[in-house]
């Protein structure tokens, strides 16, 4: 569910036993009401503060600290507005795609930035450092008249950061970190680049972060620049820290008929190595804590809000629990939350949209973990979850649901509705579909003031449909593909059940959700409305390719995240392109049994259209970055970036992967990446080596770094022309070629399969490497051949 290295930063912070500085909420108010220090202003030139791979020069202008919390100074303000005043950063990202996204946003692959200036907060050395500077430098004198000045200005921006630093600092200072307190972020004023951040952690799994919050069509962006492993980490990579374990759910929720939602959460949590003195846990801000139980004994919670934090943790909220002792080494504790709030929308006639599927529970990162859940909801609407029924009952004007789950998942979803029911059973596996019994509002059909007509009155007009012909407005029926859809998803179960084994659960349910999306969870689908209608409104998305979309792709591709992200997950979010790419192909192979190969052709059609698309800037959206670089592609210069590379693109890499290996062996591949990483999580170089092993042999580019490296961590999408000759005469023909690419840099290299057909239903394949430059190659023949096509059967993704 990570959008952002930053998540991880958040996420994965064991906190040692150690002394306490004070609660956290006495920590965090002193930080929010924090004030600059009118007696710790300086005139400075020439300090410095360097951090791994950021280094930030105070050339000349005035710097004040703030006051001490805790004891420690954790904030200052630098500005250049002296005469020939200037502050400087700079940060080089050490590999090619990070210095490519820097470049998107900053027209640059290097962030040397002079700014006017810049507030910093830090839980390391950087008082005493900067001190023991302006010491060594006579010119450097303290000035507390321009004090006065610049905590008048400066103490409201440093309370407004605070808002989304708070729990981090908190973190640092309530008690010592498994590493030594060393946070440092910084926020820029710069005459060229606007307001930006700049922030290294040493307990993030990507220490060096830079980014920007910015806006596109009212909604906030943040940015992210470059985001890495510092200088020390790339040099000597520690291994990674043990996390905390979370095991045991057990979920008591009751929906009121208002829809509001008060929840009793309990989990099992283990400590790591080291001990915890404060957890982190993530939530959907539409829930409120309000409470908080260790081993039956009261926790204080921190759960702030702010825009930056939101926007870095995709729109979760992080709050932080501290036990009334440490958490200590590998012992279990019972955590138990309350916790209330809306997250549940009415889309009217008794059409539902639940807003929050996968963080209306507090979590700590994703992990497998078993559930027992129990719903008490209004006793006129129906309820889905995962797992088997234990019990099921009504009182009063309440249904009351208990069910448990048979196998461990990582989160549990639920849906609402008034549903009617159309089940299915194949095998081993049962499958259950819901559908509303009415469209929600947005997909029914309205009545459009039509223009005044002679002789008809204006309101008998608004009564005719918006049809152009003017006719009655054709009824939509919600349940017409009931049927039909519960054997398509049976059959999808059963085709990839056959490829990759059992999925997460044996019981399926798939249920409606407003809107052109979908999500798989374990055990339970949300499937856009648009999927169970088999005459969709005028309007709304009536295309050939979004019918094949609708109709054919998405259940397929929510099915097959039964494994995808069910069984097979990934921990990095430049990893997960693979569970939505694994997913994606899997529901194009599926179609494919069902339509043909050219409904596949269609599809990556579309996809190569959607990647190929410009925004405002001339750039396409494919050039957005990697697709390592997972929802960071999702930011206010390409909005649609996210999902055209990771499913689009994602569905090329593994469609060219296929044409490489052949249909076996790929099948293969797939089955056994199923074994291999069940219940455990991949990465992108695990796949790579994984595919390598499935090449034919004596394969070009055997390992697939090239490959991977030029579609997987790279960018581009080639033009590619073919012309050629034969030469001389039978039996000792020459057929002389040129491969010739375009529209690519100059590094960029592909092999290209050309299909010789020498005679009907014979055929050679040549696979070319392209370069910047004309490739000639040459093949014998015997005979003159009937056709030479380039690429035939769309082996590679090209314009």
Known sequence: MSRLAALALFLQLPIAAGPVAGTAADLARALRENAFDRGECYRVRDLSLVKEDIRIYLTDGHLIFSKPVAGHRIA?????????????????????????SLAAFTHSPNLDDHFRSALFLFTGAEYDDLQSQIAQNSTNKRMPEIGALMDEQWTPVLRNIMESYQTRLVLDLIGGSARPPDLLTAVFDSPKLGTFDVMYDPQGSEQVIGGQIASRDNRAYFDDWFSFAALSVRKNPAPRASNLVTSDYRIDATIDPDLSMSVVTRVKIRAPEGGMAAVAFEITPAMTISGVTVDSRPAETLQPESLRSNLLLSGNKMFLVVPPEPLQQGRDYEFEFRHSGKVIIDAGDRVFYVAARGNWYPMHGLQFASYDLTFRYPHDLDLVAPGDVVDERSEGDRRIVHRRVSGAIRMAGFNLGDYAHARVERGAYTIDI?????????????????????????????????????????????????????????????????????????????????????????????????????????????????????????????????WWGNRVTTENYRDSWLMEALANYSALLYLEKRRGPRAVDQMLGEYRSALLEKNQGGETVESAGPIVLGQRLQNSLQ???????????????????????????????????????????????????????????????????????????????????????????????????????????????????????????????????????????????????????????????RR
């Open 434 to 562: 819901c559908a509303n019994r009415k469209l929600e509002a947005a997909l029914q059909p309205r009545a459009t003031p039509l223009p005044a007509i002679a002789g008809v009155p204006r309101r008998r007009a608004a009564m005719t449909s918006p049809d152009q012909n003017g006719s009655p407005a054709p009824a939509v029926d919600p349940l017409a593909r009931l049927q039909t859809l519960a054997d398509e998803v049976a059959s999808a179960l059963e085709f990839m059940a056959a490829k990759l084994g059992p999925p997460a659960l044996p019981h399926l349910t798939v249920s409606p959700i407003p809107g052109t999306f979908g999500q798989g969870f374990p055990g339970l689908i949300y499937l856009s409305t648009l999927s169970y209608l088999k005459d969709r409104p005028p309007g709304s998305l009536a295309t050939p390719s979004l019918d094949l979309f609708f109709g054919d792709v998405l259940q397929a591709h929510e099915t097959a995240h039964q």
């Open 76 to 100: 200052a303000v630098f500005t250049a507005d002296t005469e020939g005043g200037d502050g400087e950063v700079i940060v080089f990202p050490p590999d090619r795609a990070e210095r490519r």
């Open 639 to 797: 909005p649609a970036g996210w999902r055209a590379i990771t499913y689009g693109k994602g569905s090329w890499i593994l469609h060219m992967l296929r044409r490489r290996m052949g249909d076996q062996r790929f099948l293969a591949m797939l089955g056994d990446i199923v074994k291999r990483y069940d219940h455990a999580s991949i990465t992108t170089e695990q796949f790579r080596k994984s595919a390598a092993q499935f090449l034919p042999p004596k394969s070009e580019d055997p390992t697939l770094l090239g490959f991977f490296d030029q579609w997987v961590y790279g960018t581009g999408i080639p033009t590619l022309k073919l012309t050629y000759v034969v030469k001389g005469q039978a039996p000792a023909l020459r057929l002389v070629g040129t491969l010739d690419q375009s529209g690519v840099d100059e590094d960029f290299s592909v092999l290209t399969p050309v299909e010789i057909q020498i005679a009907r239903g014979q055929s050679v394949t040549r696979w070319i490497a392209s370069s910047n430059q004309p490739v000639t190659f040459t093949v014998a023949l015997k005979q003159t051949p009937l056709k030479v096509a380039l690429d035939p059967h769309n082996a590679v993704l």
